[in-house]
């Protein structure tokens, strides 16, 4: 399947499978620095320095992760925002010479 839609593509699949690749990996580590804050939240007014590193940063950092993985969605919600497109056809053929021959009854 790969091949065929890279080739349907023109070689452009791989961008956008390493972008879709790249939203689930920004989903998954905001997940584990907002998971790391809670995790730790029974300790984290033990010293300022639990704070800064089990609570602040790894919470900011997840929500950081989280606001670009929504920035990325939203912009490439749109059909046409991607390089591979099922629309595009398949390259050397017109729309009139994948049509099946008329059915006789």
Known sequence: MY???NFVSGGAAISDAVSAIGVSVGFYYGLTGLS???LFRHTLLSSS???L???MLPALGGV???FAVGWTVVSVWASDA???SWSKGIPG???TSLRSPPHRV
């Open 3 to 5: 091949i065929a839609f």
């Open 82 to 84: 991607g390089l591979t």
């Open 49 to 51: 320095r639990n704070l």
């Open 36 to 38: 790391c804050a809670w």
């Open 93 to 95: 053929y017109t729309a």
């Open 64 to 66: 950081k992760l989280f």
């Open 53 to 55: 590193v089990r609570g």
